[in-house]
Each structure stands twice: as structure tokens, then as C-alpha cells.
């Protein structure tokens, strides 16, 4: 038998934070078609059961279309079984309480809930507790959890996730959600714990491959394996720039660094090193170079300024007075250098922006 395990689709998330509110739309219905095409594959692939382990949706807010095309969607594939845990961003969602709730979607209550499917036992809760977590050892048993995974082994109920506690349950996998990249770990020597990840990575905070777990019973109970699915997929690239020459020198190394990624990715990229003071860094013109390239990009700029107080320390000048007067002054160390660049590069009738 083959099961999907995926979890923190966070549809209907508002998407706004880095995009515009046109590309914002966009992404939240690629993230809808990521889903419904993960949907397909599995029933193309002769996969049983879909398991959702949280946080479907960004709130228990969702629009009626959303909800209406989630619900149509599962019942159009009466072929696939879907086990939907609510997570700590989905409590409530109508989803869970409809009326019309296809008959091939199974939900789990604030006690331990269990279903068995084949030679499978599918347990999950919304509250749960590992102490009244009782399984039939001889069967496969997959538990489905929502939460961050903290060390210790007491507070059992506050919302964290204690590996400690769940050791020789009778579990063989744990399906978790919460954490939005792919990670594993052993509870014991029988029962892996994963969290599968997001399907489609929303900010930068969620960079790398993003996509499901695919599980398979066997004769010696479950494999599993991650399988990328998401349409787009979010990088952050460090470009250190230290010692460009010119502005054409600069934009070879940014394009340099982001060279090898797909065009359709979002792409944030930190410019790191140092320059002086006086040079000049278009991040406007920057900034237009890498949108031309990329879905999305955006450019963070971390570079450290070279500036040598002593050079302008008996300086007559008008940029020597200024620059004295701002390093006699109580600012910090790093809006010091921001000032004195952008009144030098005033002072030179360029432009103040950095």
C-alpha cells in the first residue's frame, strides 16, 4: 500500500510580504494547483491515502471558494482516503465541521482517534496526550501529531512535541506537521519520526526543495521517501562583493552567483563584503537586472563600508567637517558608515539611496 504524508499547505495565506498583490494572487493559486496536482499523481500512482498532518489552511478563516474546491476536490477521487489533522492555524476551520464533508475524508478529535485501513491503523488527535496513546503492536500503526519537537519529557500537553515520550508505543511512523522543511529522526528502534515539510515554500524563511513523503507498506513495514513537488522554489544566495572595479564588474558577479538557478524560483540575494565609502552600488538598476532573470527577486544589502577617519581628520573640506562631525556623534558604529556614505555620495552629486 502506498500513503502520501504532507502537511502546512497554508492555503488562502495572504502571500503579501515580499510580493505584489498581483503576484500574491498568483502564488496562492499555485499553491492550491500544487496540491490538487499532488492529488492526481496520487491517484495516478495507486497511492491509498493522502495523510495531513496540520495546517491545510493559513487560518480558520478561508474563502467559500477555497473551501468549496478542497472539498470538491476530495470528492472527486472517492479512490483516495484523506486524513486531515487540524493544525494550531486551522482549528476550527469550517472545512472540519461541514455538512457536506465527502465521505472519504476522515478527521480526528481532541482524544486519540483511530482508523484502520488495511493492515494499517491510522491514529491521530488534536490534543494529544502520549499517555493514553494505546496501540495494537502487531499491526502497522502510523500516528499523525502537529507541533514543534522539544527535548525533555514533561509538559506533555503544552502544544510541543516530546520524542521521549512516544518511545516504544508501538509506532512505526510518526507524521508530523508544524516544521515547514523535510526532516526526520528515530524515536526508537522501530518508529521514525518526519515532518514532511510545506508543498510550496511562501517566504524566504522557507527556502530549499519543497514536497511530500511518499510511504510504502512492505514486509518489513513502512519505507519512506521525500519527493519535491512544489512549482517554484525559494533561494537565498550570497554574493560577496568585495574589490568590483565598476558596475559592469558587480552585475557579472550577482548574475555569477545566481547563475545556475531556474528562472520560475524566487531568488533573495545578500550582498556581503566591503567597499568604499564613494563607490557607487545601483540597487535600483541591480534590483531590475535580477527581476528581468527571476520570477521574483529581491536584493538585502549587507556590505561593510571602508571608511578611514584619519584620511579626513585635518581635512578643510566640507566632506572632512562632515565626516568628523558624524564620527564625534553618539550614533552606532554601522549607521555611522551609513551616514557618512550617503552624505559623501551626496556631497558628489550622486544619488543618497544604498
Not at 468549496?68 to 486551522?90: C, K, M, Q, T
Request: net charge negative; hydrophobic share 35%; aromatic share 8%.
Amino acid at each position: 500500500m502506498k500513503l502520501i504524508h504532507c502537511a502546512d499547505l497554508h492555503l488562502d495565506s495572504p502571500m503579501e510580504s515580499n510580493l505584489s498583490a498581483e503576484k500574491a494572487r498568483e502564488r496562492k493559486n499555485e499553491i492550491l494547483a500544487t496540491f490538487a496536482k499532488t492529488v492526481r499523481l496520487a491517484a495516478e500512482g495507486g497511492v491509498s491515502a493522502i495523510l495531513i498532518a496540520g495546517d491545510l489552511f493559513d487560518s480558520d478563516h478561508i474563502t467559500k471558494r477555497t473551501e468549496r474546491y478542497v472539498l470538491d476536490l476530495i470528492s472527486s477521487y472517492p479512490e483516495l482516503s484523506f486524513f486531515y489533522l487540524a493544525g494550531n492555524h486551522d482549528k476550527g476551520t469550517s472545512l472540519r465541521f461541514s455538512e457536506e464533508k465527502p465521505e472519504n475524508l476522515y478527521t480526528f478529535e481532541k482524544d486519540w482517534t483511530s482508523y484502520d485501513f488495511d493492515d494499517v491503523t491510522i491514529t491521530g488527535s488534536e490534543s494529544p496526550n502520549p499517555d493514553t496513546l494505546t496501540l495494537d503492536p502487531n499491526r502497522i500503526n502510523i500516528v499523525l501529531m502537529h507541533g514543534q519537537e522539544r527535548a525533555g519529557k514533561s509538559g506533555a500537553l503544552d502544544g510541543s512535541i516530546r520524542f521521549a515520550l512516544l518511545k516504544n508505543k508501538g509506532i512505526d511512523y510518526l507524521a508530523l506537521g508544524h516544521l515547514h522543511e523535510y526532516r526526520t529522526a528515530e524515536i526508537d528502534a522501530r518508529c521514525t519520526a518526519c515532518y514532511s515539510g510545506c508543498l510550496e515554500g511562501r517566504g524566504f524563511d522557507e527556502c530549499g526543495q519543497k514536497g511530500y513523503v511518499l510511504l510504502e507498506t512492505t514486509p518489513k513495514g513502512l519505507s519512506h521517501r521525500f519527493v519535491p513537488a512544489a512549482r517554484r522554489t525559494l533561494h537565498t544566495v550570497t554574493c560577496d562583493v568585495s574589490g568590483f572595479c565598476t558596475q559592469v564588474d558587480l552585475e557579472n558577479r550577482l548574475l555569477e552567483a545566481v547563475g545556475a538557478l531556474p528562472s520560475s524560483d524566487l531568488v533573495k540575494l545578500e550582498l556581503v563584503g566591503s567597499c568604499p565609502a564613494e563607490q557607487l552600488i545601483d540597487k535600483d538598476h541591480l534590483q531590475s537586472i535580477l527581476s528581468e532573470r527571476f520570477y521574483f527577486a529581491k536584493i538585502n544589502n549587507k556590505i561593510r563600508l571602508l571608511i578611514d577617519p584619519e584620511s579626513y581628520r585635518y581635512d578643510l573640506s566640507l566632506k572632512g567637517e562632515f565626516v568628523r562631525r558624524v564620527m564625534a556623534s553618539n550614533l552606532k558604529d554601522g549607521e555611522k558608515e551609513r551616514v557618512i556614505a550617503c552624505g559623501l555620495r551626496a556631497l558628489s552629486g550622486e544619488e543618497v539611496g544604498f
